[in-house]
């Protein structure tokens, strides 16, 4: 599960950055900043639904 949710982050961070490279690229002419944003805001999703799936299942365990 670590490695899934470090694999996760780090495609989160690049698709921020890769939204932040086209805001400044782009000049909002397209909407590949949009698209970036979007993908970035399902990883996160992806993201918390695993830890909370793996909570409930009693895979990460409370302290």
């Known amino acids: 599960m670590k490695i899934f949710a470090i694999l996760l ?3 989160i ?3 921020l ?4 490279y086209y805001m400044i690229k782009d000049k909002g002419e397209s909407t590949r900043m949009v698209k970036s944003l979007t993908i970035r ?11 909370m799936l793996s909570t409930y299942i009693n895979y990460i365990h409370e302290s």
Do not use: D, E, K, N
Request: hydrophobic share 65%; net charge neutral; charged share 0%.
């Open 13 to 15: 961070l690049y698709s």
């Open 17 to 20: 950055g890769s939204a932040l």
């Open 41 to 51: 805001i399902v990883l996160s999703m992806i993201l918390f639904g695993g830890m």
């Open 9 to 11: 982050l780090l495609m």
